[in-house]
């Protein structure tokens, strides 16, 4: 298998989609082994679980002579958002109201500055201006964890309203996301992703794959379709473009991964400590 996937992307990958259902807890031997078939090696495994947990995202524990990693508070959180968006089955309903964050992060924390605006992408808002950014969709929960966790509680201001204009909602979503990109990003999944789910249902009907590819397979889809998390920010539907591509995308992700799930959990339950 060619290491086409960053390391610590796919490690986030494994605990979103598995370790998380088995107590959120795996012996790093396990997590070497699964890594393995997508072509990492102990050392690049070893280095990225050492950076996450750096990051705050896993915390170790030692069992005799063995080092066990779980998801931390802050890790358990990502997860939990990442997965209700990643499985998620429509586009939210919208309340009407936007949420406005805008902050004030001094020059000598430029890098605090950054963090935050990758995290804000991250969490679906949009840059309406240098520091300002918007979202329609309830983030309150998201926007307080983020302040705690940046301890930036004296540079940040929160606000809920309506938008009373000058134009229309929808040139608001067009100065703040490139929804056309999203759209064809989308496009591109759909072809690739549509001929490999056909060749790989013929597959397993006919019983010619194995429990280690499904796995491979499956982790693989989740991976590259978990990159739509930070492009494409969820809008409701009220506010989403007439030939939007997400909805069908999204379907076709969960059918591939109903196909694939059975088998590759079964080559995770072999391999799992």
């Known amino acids: 298998m060619d290491n086409q996937f960053n390391t610590r992307s796919m490690i986030f990958t494994l605990y979103g989609d598995y370790v998380r259902h088995y107590g959120n807890v795996i012996w790093i031997g396990s997590l070497i082994g699964l890594l393995k078939e997508f072509g990492h090696n102990e050392q690049s495994v070893r280095a990225a679980i050492s950076r996450?947990?750096?990051?705050?995202w896993v915390q170790s524990e030692k069992r005799g002579n063995r080092s066990y990693y779980s998801l931390t508070e802050q890790g358990k959180a990502r997860m939990e958002?990442?997965?209700r968006r990643i499985y998620q089955t429509a586009a939210p309903h919208w309340d009407g109201?936007?949420?406005?964050l805008i902050y004030n992060?001094?020059?000598h924390k430029r890098n605090l500055r950054d963090e935050l605006r990758k995290e804000l992408v991250w969490s679906g808002f949009g840059s309406l201006s240098n520091s300002c950014w918007i979202t329609p969709n309830p983030l309150e929960e998201q926007v307080h964890r983020m302040i705690e966790k940046y301890d930036i509680s004296d540079y940040v201001t929160f606000f809920k309203g309506t938008y009373e204009g000058m134009g229309k909602a929808e040139d608001l979503i067009y100065q703040c996301?490139?929804?056309?990109?999203?759209?064809?990003?989308?496009?591109?999944?759909i072809k690739e992703y549509s001929e490999k789910y056909y060749i790989d249902q013929h597959l397993i009907e006919k019983g010619s794959m194995s429990d280690g590819e499904c796995f491979v397979k499956c982790?693989?889809?989740?991976?590259?379709y978990r990159k739509f998390?930070?492009?494409d920010p969820h809008l409701p539907e009220e506010l989403l473009p007439e030939k939007w591509l997400g909805n069908s995308a999204q379907t076709l992700f969960n059918d591939y991964?109903?196909?694939?799930q059975p088998r590759a959990t079964r080559f995770f339950e072999g391999v799992f400590e």
């Not at 991964?257 to 694939?260: G, Y």
């Open 52 to 56: 996450m947990s750096k990051q705050g």
């Open 105 to 107: 992060i001094p020059e």
């Open 81 to 83: 958002e990442a997965s």
């Open 219 to 224: 982790a693989s889809l989740v991976h590259q």
């Open 97 to 100: 109201q936007w949420r406005m």
């Open 229 to 231: 998390l930070f492009i």
């Open 177 to 189: 996301w490139d929804l056309d990109e999203v759209n064809d990003k989308y496009s591109e999944f």
């Open 257 to 260: 991964h109903d196909l694939l």
